[in-house]
């Protein structure tokens, strides 16, 4: 690819307001290393233009790899590696709602490139034009370009492309799709105990109240995200079976369950959240004693489940409960990392896991909250705050943005990719 006299030049493609700059242009006096680095300012909106000519042009150059990285929680950067068998002419458009064209002169169209989404950019596609190729990349939150650069070495070489990835992108709240008529990710919410079941109780504060005031203010921020339809397995202070909130999850095709609860120590001191999932053995003996505590809800409703331990056993040999399980964990990371944004009060080790009969549907994504602790005086302080609560239901909308992503890529890759067009979620 490399020919011996190969010029550079940048220019811009004047759109609106420009206000690029190049900082560094470099290229070795044989051709064999390139790079042009690129630089554009946050608030350019026009197109910008990169070209590079060398005897390489105009030759058919195949686009090898596309592969997208995300780095960072609340400020992301996206990086996405685009390897070539050749360095040709590039121009990156300055991207709009979520899209991206990289036009690659010189590209052929016909290349069937492996495609590495991640939980940014999910999507591209490649297609023809006259200058080659145009890979138009799709990502599921804002992008702002901020620089570009082509490397050659060895005859083979990357275009690196980096974004400021933003807020995700949704539907306005008024053409949000009414329920039913495109599937939204449907979260069941499980607002712990219940009528006679009161659950934990300090100072006359009853795990079953605050559970259920959390489950319903919960509910609001994730339909008002547009991005989630929301159904709960009790609304009112009334007692439910844990086999029945499991089946009603089950019978609502729920995407994902959360069973909301506070906890409470008889002794010592113990404070802050924390995300318990499913397993066969618990984390710890204490998981192993809040699991035990948390399934006597049945017996307190007067219900004899006493099969249930067995089910218990064999579902969790179940391939589909194996997948089930790290599809939870993956949710029970991101809670963790949301909720220590969004509220701080995270205990230790957050990411703890039991034998909850309430997270046993073998094919739905479940994690157990437990806000914090009743016999806690700061955790308590907070649990009866609409602030506090406030924050950590936005900590949860953040965590289940998150999981949808990664979870839509997980999905993608068990799935053979369409040959053409690489995609996870579709609209
Ligand atoms: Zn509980």
Same mark, same amino acid.
């Given at each position: 690819?490399?020919?011996?006299t190969?010029?550079f030049?940048?220019?811009?493609?004047?759109?609106?307001s420009?206000?690029?700059?190049i900082?560094?242009?470099?290229? %070795?006096?044989?051709?064999?290393?390139m790079?042009?680095?690129m630089r554009?300012?946050r608030?350019?909106?026009?197109?910008v233009?990169?070209?590079?000519?060398?005897?390489?042009a105009?030759?058919?150059?195949?686009?090898?790899?596309i592969?997208?990285?995300?780095?960072g929680?609340?400020?992301?950067?996206?990086?996405v590696?685009?390897?070539?068998?050749?360095?040709?002419?590039?121009?990156?458009?300055?991207?709009?709602?979520?899209?991206v064209?990289?036009?690659?002169?010189?590209?052929?169209?016909?290349?069937?490139p492996?495609?590495?989404p991640?939980?940014?950019?999910?999507?591209?596609?490649?297609? %023809?034009a006259q200058?080659?190729?145009?890979i138009?990349l799709?990502?599921?939150r804002?992008?702002?370009?901020?620089?570009?650069?082509m490397?050659?070495s060895?005859?083979a070489?990357?275009?690196?492309?980096t974004?400021a990835a933003?807020?995700? !992108?949704?539907?306005s709240p008024?053409?949000?799709?009414?329920r039913g008529?495109?599937?939204?990710?449907?979260v069941?919410?499980?607002p712990g105990?219940?009528?006679?079941d009161?659950g934990?109780v300090?100072?006359?504060?009853?795990e079953?109240d605050?559970a259920l005031?959390f489950?319903?203010?919960?509910?609001?921020?994730l339909?008002?995200?547009?991005?989630?339809?929301?159904?709960?397995?009790?609304d009112?202070?009334v007692?439910?079976?844990?086999?029945?909130?499991?089946?009603?999850a089950?019978?609502?095709?729920?995407a994902v369950f959360i069973?909301?609860h506070?906890n409470?120590?008889t002794?010592?001191?113990?404070s %802050?959240?924390?995300?318990?999932t499913l397993?066969?053995?618990?984390?710890s003996a204490?998981a192993a004693?809040?699991?035990e505590?948390?399934?006597r809800a049945?017996?307190l409703g007067?219900v004899?489940?006493?099969v249930e331990?067995?089910?218990?056993?064999l579902l969790?040999?179940?391939?589909a409960?194996?997948?089930?399980?790290?599809r939870?964990?993956?949710?029970?990371?991101?809670?963790v990392?949301a909720?220590?944004h969004?509220?701080g009060?995270?205990r230790?080790?957050?990411?703890r896991?039991a034998?909850?009969r309430? !997270?046993?549907?073998?094919?739905?994504?479940?994690?157990?909250?437990?806000?914090?602790? !009743?016999?806690?005086?700061?955790?308590?302080a907070?649990?009866?705050?609409?602030r506090?609560r406030?924050?950590a239901a936005?900590?949860?909308?953040?965590?289940?943005?998150?999981?949808?992503?990664?979870?839509?890529?997980l999905?993608?890759?068990?799935?053979?990719?369409?040959?053409?067009v690489?995609g996870?979620?579709?609209?």
């Amino acid at each position: 690819m490399a020919g011996s006299t190969i010029c550079f030049c940048a220019r811009t493609a004047h759109g609106d307001s420009l206000q690029g700059n190049i900082p560094a242009i470099h290229a %070795g006096l044989r051709g064999n290393m390139m790079q042009m680095f690129m630089r554009v300012s946050r608030r350019v909106a026009a197109v910008v233009a990169i070209c590079l000519w060398g005897q390489a042009a105009l030759s058919d150059v195949a686009v090898l790899s596309i592969d997208s990285q995300t780095e960072g929680w609340l400020n992301r950067t996206t990086t996405v590696t685009i390897a070539l068998d050749g360095a040709i002419p590039f121009r990156v458009s300055a991207p709009q709602d979520g899209r991206v064209a990289v036009t690659l002169n010189g590209a052929d169209p016909l290349s069937q490139p492996a495609f590495h989404p991640d939980t940014v950019i999910n999507r591209y596609n490649l297609s %023809g034009a006259q200058e080659g190729a145009v890979i138009s990349l799709e990502a599921q939150r804002m992008l702002t370009l901020q620089t570009a650069s082509m490397t050659n070495s060895g005859g083979a070489a990357r275009l690196i492309l980096t974004f400021a990835a933003g807020s995700r !992108l949704s539907r306005s709240p008024h053409d949000a799709p009414r329920r039913g008529a495109t599937a939204l990710p449907l979260v069941v919410l499980d607002p712990g105990h219940g009528g006679i079941d009161p659950g934990a109780v300090r100072l006359d504060i009853a795990e079953k109240d605050i559970a259920l005031a959390f489950g319903q203010e919960l509910r609001a921020v994730l339909q008002d995200s547009g991005r989630f339809d929301v159904r709960m397995t009790r609304d009112t202070d009334v007692f439910v079976t844990l086999r029945d909130r499991v089946r009603f999850a089950r019978e609502s095709g729920a995407a994902v369950f959360i069973s909301l609860h506070a906890n409470t120590v008889t002794r010592g001191n113990a404070s %802050g959240s924390a995300i318990y999932t499913l397993s066969e053995g618990a984390s710890s003996a204490e998981a192993a004693a809040l699991a035990e505590l948390e399934n006597r809800a049945d017996t307190l409703g007067g219900v004899d489940l006493g099969v249930e331990d067995d089910d218990l056993a064999l579902l969790l040999t179940d391939m589909a409960q194996r997948e089930t399980n790290a599809r939870s964990a993956m949710l029970a990371r991101a809670t963790v990392e949301a909720m220590r944004h969004a509220v701080g009060v995270i205990r230790s080790n957050p990411h703890r896991s039991a034998g909850f009969r309430v !997270l046993k549907a073998p094919d739905i994504p479940s994690m157990l909250i437990e806000l914090g602790f !009743l016999s806690d005086a700061t955790d308590r302080a907070n649990m009866i705050s609409p602030r506090w609560r406030g924050h950590a239901a936005q900590g949860i909308l953040a965590a289940l943005d998150d999981w949808v992503e990664r979870d839509g890529v997980l999905s993608a890759q068990v799935r053979p990719a369409p040959a053409r067009v690489a995609g996870a979620n579709g609209d």
